[in-house]
């Protein structure tokens, strides 16, 4: 079976089934993040848990990578490419989870009131694991393609933008 960069949007009517589902979507074979957002009766969007494989390393990568390059400059030099290292790796990873946060706004608009979305990230080489979990816990799963949601979420963008430069264009 081919590897599949997929992700997994999974609805529940019961928030404590979808809290133990995001548990075990953790765990799931080639699984490189996870979020649980949920609606409240009120219509109020909330994202309780989040959680990204390896949150922190470029930061720490680069960090370390510069300050090895600034020992060439001595001690001042180590720290300050441990600074400007950490600056780039730190910068690098809030972008991935800006991009991550766009997503979740945007496949969020669907989300009934007292409603639960799990959305996974993950790298799937076979289906059934990410289907058991959504069975077990009562959930509905959609998969897509992350290269078609990375797209409809570059669109939504794109339309926010435009709406506020006509926004602005009227006052």
Same mark, same amino acid.
Request: proline share 4%.
């Given at each position: 079976?081919? +590897?599949?960069?997929?992700?997994?949007?999974?609805?529940? &009517?019961?928030? &404590?089934?979808?809290?133990?589902?995001?548990?075990?979507?953790?765990?799931?074979? @080639? /699984?490189?993040? =996870?979020?649980?957002?949920?609606?409240?009766?009120? #219509?109020?969007?909330?994202?309780?848990?989040? *959680?990204?494989? #390896?949150?922190?390393?470029? !930061?720490? &990568?680069?960090?370390?990578? @510069?300050?090895?390059?600034?020992?060439?400059?001595?001690?001042?030099?180590?720290?300050?490419? *441990? !600074?400007? #290292? !950490?600056?780039?790796?730190? &910068?690098?990873?809030?972008?991935?989870?800006? +991009?991550?946060?766009?997503?979740? !706004?945007?496949?969020?608009?669907?989300?009934?009131?007292?409603?639960?979305?799990?959305?996974?990230?993950?790298?799937?080489? +076979?289906?059934?694991?990410? +289907?058991?979990?959504?069975?077990?816990? @009562?959930?509905?799963?959609?998969?897509?393609? =992350?290269?078609?949601?990375?797209?409809?979420?570059?669109?939504?963008?794109?339309?926010?933008?435009? /709406?506020?430069?006509?926004?602005?264009?009227?006052?």
């Amino acid at each position: 079976m081919s +590897d599949t960069h997929a992700m997994l949007f999974v609805t529940f &009517a019961d928030q &404590a089934a979808a809290h133990a589902a995001y548990q075990e979507a953790k765990e799931l074979p @080639g /699984a490189r993040q =996870a979020a649980l957002l949920r609606r409240s009766a009120e #219509g109020l969007l909330d994202v309780p848990e989040s *959680w990204v494989r #390896g949150a922190g390393t470029p !930061t720490v &990568a680069g960090g370390i990578l @510069g300050g090895l390059v600034g020992l060439l400059g001595g001690p001042l030099g180590a720290f300050l490419g *441990w !600074t400007a #290292g !950490t600056a780039l790796g730190g &910068a690098a990873e809030l972008k991935h989870f800006q +991009d991550a946060a766009e997503t979740l !706004t945007v496949y969020s608009s669907g989300l009934v009131e007292s409603g639960s979305l799990l959305v996974v990230e993950l790298h799937e080489h +076979d289906p059934g694991p990410a +289907d058991e979990l959504a069975a077990r816990h @009562g959930g509905r799963l959609v998969r897509r393609p =992350a290269a078609e949601v990375a797209a409809e979420v570059r669109l939504a963008e794109a339309a926010a933008e435009d /709406a506020i430069r006509e926004e602005q264009v009227k006052d």
